[in-house]
């Protein structure tokens, strides 16, 4: 069945297929997006992206943007499985091609990745101190994935959005990034800078919309336009693959990005992996290099627990895909989920397998596809957030400090609080 508000309107770049979110792509599709968000939804396609690339080749420059593309690590695998090179090559073919079409600028998220974690990790130590009788912060339940946070507010409502972890997601901060930080590197306003997301799921797509305008931004929205890898395939599919290959760009003036690794997390970002790390560290002073895993009722439901003195003192789980989703919220129903921290993402098999890039022409997941990307993933060297002295240089440069209120601002939000529907659970905590 499709969603009647979710179908776009067909571009006109060498005439690209109709791109629709479909009920079973996501979980924001169920009684989540209005009339208007339908229409703002169909203006974000590859015909978007091409009108502001025509615009920069007119005489008028007072409409001239500064294009830039923003890629998610998730996306890089289906793009080396795609062109059959390494990730690497990939990253440099990619980037090479979107300059060749008159895109200024090409970034990976995964600093803005970094914030997230790092800002997620502080969050959970303050929630299960916090945590007792009389104040249930915990479960926190992550908020990186924009398909199960509209799910959330708009179908489930209270009490399940107050133990979201309010830490922006990656597309957030990079937005911030790009059209605050970025700017005034360049010194232009945020207006003037057209950002593009590619991304392996349509979800991204309301969720450039579900932000709205953020005060630092100046009545600018992070991302302007979001397309999915597979919108972006079928653009370098009918273009000119022979151009120059090209490093990605950073954020820090003419350094390059020398290498591609991602964070520590099978198929998405990893804030399950870092902040049981992190915790593991700060509350009981305990050092975990590997992260063991335990598949329960199904490979898309996994726990990690941390013992001390025989008792389970950490429990972590990873609920991915819309049936672990809705026993996870049974079963908070029930009172019997012992879980400190649940990393929720809408699409069972994770990130890599949205359907913006992993599903065969026909519409049906592609297995096949998504067990190579896998493998390509599992092989690009992980790097954690704590590592980076760029992010330590922009806490500083950028926010004032680590812990300031213009960090809160910018790195963290708050959740719509309407009632649940009359369709929603009702889950006694």
């Known amino acids: ?61 007072s409409k001239h943007k500064v294009l830039v593309v923003s ?13 059959n090179v390494s990730v690497t090559d990939a990253s440099r073919r990619l980037c090479g091609f979107l300059k060749s079409l008159g895109v200024h600028y090409v970034f990976d998220t995964r600093i803005a990745a970094d914030f997230s974690i790092l800002e997620s990790q502080k969050e959970f130590v303050r929630r299960y101190r916090q945590h007792g009788e009389e104040e249930r912060t915990l479960p926190m339940l992550t908020s990186a994935c924009p398909g199960w946070v509209r799910y959330a507010e708009r179908v489930l409502g209270r009490p399940i959005t107050a133990h979201l972890c309010t830490a922006k997601s990656p597309q957030q901060v990079m937005g911030s990034l790009v059209k605050d930080y970025f700017a005034r590197q360049q010194n232009l306003s945020p207006e003037k800078i057209f950002h593009v997301i590619v991304a392996p799921c349509y979800d991204k797509k309301l969720e450039a919309l579900q932000e709205g305008f953020p005060p630092a931004l100046h009545g600018s929205r992070g991302a302007d336009c979001v397309l999915t890898s597979g919108e972006i395939a079928q653009i370098m599919e009918q273009g000119d693959l022979s151009v120059k290959d090209a490093a990605v760009d950073t954020l820090f003036g003419d350094l390059k990005e020398d290498k591609v690794t991602r964070h520590d997390g099978a198929s998405s970002d990893g804030h399950l992996a870092h902040i049981f790390r992190h915790a593991a560290k700060e509350l009981f002073n305990e050092d975990v290099e590997e992260v063991t895993y335990r598949a329960l009722r199904n490979k898309d439901f996994q726990e990690v627990t941390l013992e001390k003195n025989g008792e389970v003192v950490l429990r972590f789980a990873a609920a991915y895909g819309f049936r672990n989703i809705q026993n996870m919220i049974l079963k908070l129903k029930k009172g019997k989920f012992p879980y400190h921290f649940v990393e929720v993402l809408a699409c069972a098999g994770g990130c890599l397998n949205g359907r913006g890039q992993a599903q065969t022409p026909d519409g049906h997941a592609d297995k096949a596809l998504l067990r190579q990307m896998e493998g390509i993933y599992a092989d690009i060297p992980v790097r954690r957030a704590e590592s980076s002295a760029h992010v330590q240089e ?36």
């Open 1 to 61: 069945m499709k969603c009647e508000h979710c179908t776009r309107k067909k571009g006109e770049f060498h005439k690209l297929a109709d791109a629709r979110i479909f009920l079973s792509d996501c979980l924001a599709c169920d009684s989540c997006v209005t009339a208007e968000e339908g229409v703002q939804l169909s203006q974000q396609n590859a015909k978007d992206f091409f009108r502001v690339l025509n615009l920069n080749k007119k005489c008028d420059t």
């Open 71 to 83: 890629v998610c690590p998730q996306s890089l695998p289906y793009f080396a499985a795609k062109f």
């Open 394 to 429: 922009l806490y500083q440069e950028w926010l004032e400090g680590i812990n300031s209120p213009k960090a809160r601002e910018v790195l963290h939000t708050t959740y719509q609080s309407q009632e649940r529907g009359a369709h929603s659970l009702d889950i006694k905590w």
